[in-house]
């Protein structure tokens, strides 16, 4: 006869209920961002459930409860049918791709955690991610991230290059931004995932960049000497860097890059690092799932400290470490 | 180079970082559960990760991960490899049945509720569940909420009955738990899942109960005569009353069940009931994960007044209602 569970009481503030409607909740930012309401709520700051659900063509019992999971957590309130943002709104908003990132993206890696723990079964392909979300929310963390300091080190470099690299490049973004930003130049982009390839020629040929860019399928961890590679002078990596590693693996794919691109005036290499000495109930967004889900898929994660013990064995020149540091320890190094 | 978000700031109290880690802890919840974790720590309210991980054959990294977000939401706190309960720990051990139902048993459906939502898509099979993670989950999830309520109504209908009958009795365990309770009776279980029967006619061979027992493979919701069923006095029916609606079908099954059950002495149908009036900010655990879920699976939920409309002409007289609402007003009627 009693409730046996409620939210908001106890020590902590917050219970189990809050842990268990947040988890709802981060399925119900996703949704929203991809359904098009958080976009709206950014604009509107306020919209009714059951007209979205109209206009959009979504069932109006589940749109509701939608909405009703994030005023759960109080991203937005909810009187009837009527959803307003809270302040909370706007920090969910800017950190949606990291939800989205670990709830659409990676959910099928967690939710498998009690057999991708044990040690028998980590073999072979033992997690399945959905690899469409995750750069679809990895384009937006890209931006979020790396944007403002990418082109602060852009302008560091100064113009009078003529040819780009970009290693890891998936569907060619980052070599597209930077020949809209610097005309006459011309750009490589290097993925050993060919759709992704596909969607990036096509994107620069509806860009009209087509005569402007090359995308060559290729595994940046085992790279073979090309005759383009010998003009590269600015060269650009992002969200891979963690895969050279171990130390041994980065010293001699470093080495190897130098080689390959005997031009490069200077190379900009972005990752995540992970993070050192945060305490556990400290942790930004972003930092718990990603440091977690790289343990469970057994990909090692280097330590800012890590990256700065290889430089000088590598033939490149640390110029300069960025430390943007907004979820998980993401660092921008320009090498010369 | 300023950390862009922050947990435990703002207006609210905990911010997206705390959303954000709650979803990596509900996984983390599930997963400690099925490794013997949880159990471990409400026993000895304290353990080494590493140890753990040694004994259980799991990877070192991964699981001071696994604890490291529960450590984030405060479940335990964590120096080092070294894990300890706090008083938050107990209130979750107590609903880690539900977070299970919710980020092992349902994620897939949370997960595309983008595609869910969308009108176009709701026909045919259009989401997927892990039925055996939901089995497991519910196993639990019903001796915590319904059980000590149950036997309650048992014990007043008294000893003298010799059958009893299970509608939807899954792998069989209420009815094997009444015969052994009532020395001397017979049970029969219902239900449309011949791999659930399987269990549930292997279980009662170990138990000793196979010549008390009969499992049967039939659709509760149109249920054909059998002569088995006129013995019955006893009828109970747990976790699928909400199966029988909209009201017409509801009348209809009920009807039915009294013609085809005419010796039946009391019916116990236990259930979820939609919640009405908690505001959104107090939700308990379950009852938004539990009600979203339904309405993304196009299920109808009733209320507890709904189910007060149907039994004046159901044939059936409501003796008591049993309010249990432990999570998802969960309510067990006693019917004559």
Known sequence: MTRGVSPGTGEFGHGAAFIYNSAVAAWAICAAWEVGALEELNTSRKLDSDEFALRHGLDRLSTLGMFRALASVEVVRRHDTTVIVTDLFDEVYR???FFHWL???????????????AEENRVGDYYRRDAAAIAFACREISAVCYDPTFWAAMDRIGTGFEVVADLGCGSGGRVMDV??????????????AEPSLLVARQEAADAGLAGRTE??????????????YAEVEVLTCFMMGHDFWPKENCVATLRRLRELFPAVRRFLLGDATRTVG????????FT????????????FMPTLEDWHSVFDQSGWDLL???RIEMAVGEVIFELG
């Not at 709830?103 to 723990?117: D, I, K, T, W």
């Not at 020949?179 to 050993?192: M, N, Q, S």
């Not at 945060?278 to 967004?285: C, G, K, N, S």
């Open 95 to 97: 950190n949606k791709s």
């Open 103 to 117: 709830s659409r993206g990676s959910a099928e890696l967690f939710r498998q955690m009690p057999s991708v723990l």
């Open 179 to 192: 020949l809209r930003r610097y005309p006459g130049t011309r750009g490589i982009g290097v993925d050993i």
């Open 215 to 228: 995308f060559l399928r290729a595994d940046v961890l085992d790279l073979q000497p090309r005759p383009e």
């Open 278 to 285: 945060i305490p556990d109930t400290e942790l930004p967004v």
């Open 288 to 299: 718990l799932g990603f440091e977690l889900g790289h343990d469970l898929m057994g990909t």
């Open 320 to 322: 300069r470490t960025n």
